[in-house]
Each structure stands twice: as structure tokens, then as C-alpha cells.
T-cell receptor, first 116, second 111 residues
Framework: EAGVTQFPSHSVIEKGQTVTLRCDPI?????LYWYRRVMGKEIKFLLH????????ESGMPNNRFLAERTGGTYSTLKVQPAELEDSGVYFC??????????????FGQGTRLTVV | GQNIDQPTEMTATEGAIVQINCTYQTSGFNGLFWYQQHAGEAPTFLSY????GLEEKGRFSSFLSRSKGYSYLLLKELQMKDSASYLC????????????FGAGTRLAVHP
């Protein structure tokens, strides 16, 4: 079974440009999460999708970030326009629907974004 | 507020035992996770504790004390491949996988 895949693995863009990150969750996983780790800091929650709906986007830093999950399958995270402080590693995670108890979240390898 | 503290770095010897501590302060606690992350790779799930006590899984064990806001990850019979970052993460009520992470502990295992 394929794990969570993210594309690209690395991206270097200039300040002011636009970048779109993609995440393909594990098939059948309704929950999809985006996280971000900036240099030297902890991994921080950005937002959570349940199928195609945004359940919680309280961690999105500002309106330059737009996440979508059309059809409830893969998700994209667009940064427009990118700023220097957006540099970091963006992780995606997915898990099955949780009716009770916990469900393990599976993480992708992340996209390393560098804004120069 | 929310705060998770764990040591930045630890070193240990192959074959030994190491304990990585994590203290947390958060509202709406709904469990504590430990993840392992090798450089450049995805974090991988190690353990989940929601009740007080010790959970053992092979060479790895995890302990939780909710009253003290404290957890530890115990690694036995250390192997070189255990050199990695270990991430403590707390789940808050309302979202099991909306995780609040600590900064991680980099463990270096030496021969």
C-alpha cells in the first residue's frame, strides 16, 4: 500500500512567486492534515480536512496560504506570494475516520520549501 | 497556553537504555504521541498514551502521567539505527490528529 506522498520534495522559489505543494493521502483516508516546520522550530499544525471540507484551519498563518482538497482525495497548498519566512518543511498527514479512540496519522516525507 | 518541552539532544551507547522525557501544558488533553523521524524522512508513529501508565511495544516503551503533565519514551537495547529525532506530540480534544509538537530530541547512538 502506498503511503502519503508529497510533491515536490524540494522547491526553491524567489520571494513574490507562487508555489503549489501537493499531497496524496493514503487511499481511503478521510482526514488530511497539513503541518509546517520552520528552521529550528517545532512542527506546527496548519489545517485539517475531513474529506473535501475544511474542519479546522486555525493554524494557517495568513491569507497568502490557500489549501484545497477537491473531491476529497489529494490536497494542494498554495503560497501566493511567497515570503522569506515561508521557508521550511511542509508535511502532510492522513488518517482514517475516527469514530472513537485514536487513529494513527501517517506522515509524508515533506516538501522542503526555500524562498530566496 | 500550550507548551511542550523535551531535551534538544541526547547521546547514548549502542546496547544501552535511554529515556527521553517530555513535559506538557495544554488544555483539553486527548492523548500523547511519540514519533520517530530520521533526517529527511517522514515522522513515523511509535506510540500513543491516553491513560496513565506504561505502554510497551518491543524495544520501545512509553509512559504517561496526566496529573504531572509528563511522559517519557524508553528505548532499550539501543541500535545505531535508533539515531534519529524523537518527537513528543499532544492531541487536544476535538481532533485526535491535530497534534501539538515539541521541538524534538535528537538522539545520537554511538558504538
Amino acid at each position: 500500500e502506498a503511503g502519503v506522498t508529497q510533491f515536490p520534495s524540494h522547491s526553491v522559489i524567489e520571494k513574490g512567486q507562487t508555489v503549489t505543494l501537493r499531497c496524496d493521502p493514503i487511499s481511503g483516508h478521510d482526514n488530511l492534515y497539513w503541518y509546517r516546520r520552520v528552521m529550528g522550530k517545532e512542527i506546527k499544525f496548519l489545517l485539517h480536512f475531513v474529506k473535501e471540507s475544511k474542519q479546522d484551519e486555525s493554524g494557517m498563518p495568513n491569507n497568502r496560504f490557500l489549501a484545497e482538497r477537491t473531491g476529497g482525495t489529494y490536497s494542494t497548498l498554495k503560497v501566493q506570494p511567497a515570503e522569506l519566512e515561508d521557508s521550511g518543511v511542509y508535511f502532510c498527514a492522513s488518517s482514517q475516520f475516527q469514530g472513537g479512540g485514536y487513529t494513527e496519522a501517517f506522515f509524508g516525507q515533506g516538501t522542503r520549501l526555500t524562498v530566496v | 497556553g500550550q507548551n511542550i518541552d523535551q531535551p534538544t539532544e541526547m547521546t547514548a551507547t549502542e546496547g544501552a537504555i535511554v529515556q527521553i522525557n517530555c513535559t506538557y501544558q495544554t488544555s483539553g488533553f486527548n492523548g500523547l504521541f511519540w514519533y520517530q523521524q530520521h533526517a529527511g524522512e517522514a515522522p513515523t508513529f511509535l506510540s500513543y498514551n491516553v491513560l496513565d501508565g506504561l505502554e510497551e511495544k518491543g524495544r520501545f516503551s512509553s509512559f504517561l502521567s496526566r496529573s504531572k503533565g509528563y511522559s517519557y519514551l524508553l528505548l532499550k537495547e539501543l541500535q545505531m539505527k535508533d539515531s534519529a529525532s524523537y518527537l513528543c506530540a499532544v492531541s487536544r480534544s476535538g481532533g485526535y490528529n491535530k497534534l501539538i509538537f515539541g521541538a524534538g530530541t535528537r538522539l545520537a547512538v554511538h558504538p
